[in-house]
Structures are given as C-alpha cells and as structure tokens.
C-alpha cells in the first residue's frame, strides 16, 4: 500500500499520461539542473513538460492510464517528456535539445498508448507543424474552386471579347466610311 504522498504523485502522473498526446521516456543521467530547467522553459513554449518520476510510480500511473509494456524501459534515472496538443513542436523542441546537450537520451515513447521507438520520435519532429498542413490543405481544397471558376467564366469572357472585337470591327469600318 503506498504512502498517502506516493498515492498522490500516482494520481497527479496518471492525469498527466492520461491526458498527454505524446509520451516521451529520456534519460537524462549526467544532465545538470540548469540544462534541465532550459529544457523545460522549452517545452513549456511548446505546451508540454518534462518531469522526473520514481520508475515504480511512473509504471503503476501509466498501467492506471492504460498503457502496458513500459517495463523495458523504466530503469535507471527517467524523465517523461508530456506533450500537449501541439507534438510535432514538442517533438522538435525535445530533439534539438537532445542533440545539442549529447546528454539527454531518448528511449523511446507512446503515441496513442502504442509504444514507439526514439527513431520514431525523431521522425515526429520532421514533420510540418500544424498551421503548415492546414495551409497545404487549404490550398488543395480551393485549387478545384479556382479552377471551376475560371473554366466557367472562360465562355462568357469569349463572348465579350468577341462582341469587342465586332465592336471595334464595325468602328473601323463607320470610321472608313466617313
């Protein structure tokens, strides 16, 4: 039976996993306190947060959120990295800082309660950020518009460069004729 605290760090880390869109387990030996604070001042920017945790909490808070087959992974010294909506600009935030320090390690992470290598992590924080792909997709959703639009005005703009032109035509000759 853990300790009225332990219970209360296992709840408050449960709501936390729970709650994260992208879970990402570091091992941070041999970083100093002052590296870690930047890391998170970083990540804060990006909407998630780094945090310590005693393995055995980490594995009874994460079994709580329905998150099995950590048990690999949870030894020796152990930060979780919680991102918040945006997991591409955590992602990107977290392996800048991974090879720039040549400390903090990634082991691996979960996106959506699927366990994912650190390879895949890296892969995450390649990809376009949000605003970027809704862009793209906007783009691609009024190119058709665009072009529907322009094939439909094509015919009456004919006709108006036709009459112009007969116009024009019979200006010339009422011109001639004077």
Same mark, same amino acid.
């Given at each position: 039976?853990? &300790?009225?605290?332990?219970?209360?760090?296992?709840?408050?880390?449960?709501? !936390? @996993?729970?709650? #994260?869109?992208?879970? $990402?387990?570091?091992?941070?030996?041999?970083?100093?306190?002052?590296?870690?604070?930047?890391?998170?001042?970083?990540?804060?920017?990006?909407?998630?947060? @780094?945090?310590?945790?005693?393995?055995?909490?980490?594995?009874? =808070? #994460?079994?709580?959120?329905?998150?099995?087959?950590?048990?690999?992974?949870?030894?020796?010294? *152990? #930060?979780?990295?919680?991102?918040?909506?945006?997991?591409?600009?955590?992602?990107? /935030?977290?392996?800048?800082?991974?090879?720039?320090?040549?400390?903090? &390690?990634?082991?691996?992470?979960?996106?959506?309660?699927?366990? @994912?290598?650190?390879? %895949?992590?890296?892969?995450?924080? /390649? +990809?376009?950020?949000?605003? $970027?792909? %809704?862009?793209?997709?906007?783009?691609? *959703? %009024?190119?058709?518009?665009?072009?529907?639009?322009? $094939? +439909?005005?094509?015919?009456?703009?004919? $006709?108006?460069?036709? *009459? !112009?032109?007969? #116009?024009?035509?019979?200006?010339? &000759? =009422?011109?001639?004729?004077?």
């Amino acid at each position: 039976m853990p &300790t009225k605290a332990k219970a209360h760090t296992i709840d408050e880390l449960t709501e !936390q @996993i729970a709650n #994260a869109k992208l879970i $990402v387990l570091t091992d941070y030996r041999g970083l100093r306190v002052s590296d870690l604070q930047d890391l998170r001042t970083n990540l804060r920017k990006s909407g998630g947060e @780094i945090r310590v945790a005693k393995n055995t909490l980490t594995r009874i =808070a #994460a079994e709580s959120a329905g998150i099995t087959g950590l048990e690999p992974y949870l030894e020796g010294p *152990l #930060a979780l990295g919680l991102a918040g909506d945006d997991i591409v600009g955590f992602s990107k /935030t977290l392996t800048d800082f991974v090879r720039t320090s040549r400390i903090l &390690t990634i082991r691996g992470g979960v996106l959506d309660k699927n366990f @994912i290598t650190a390879e %895949q992590v890296e892969a995450i924080s /390649t +990809l376009p950020s949000k605003e $970027v792909l %809704q862009a793209k997709l906007l783009g691609l *959703l %009024q190119s058709p518009l665009a072009r529907t639009v322009g $094939v +439909l005005s094509g015919p009456s703009r004919s $006709v108006a460069y036709l *009459l !112009q032109a007969r #116009a024009d035509e019979l200006g010339d &000759t =009422a011109m001639a004729a004077d």
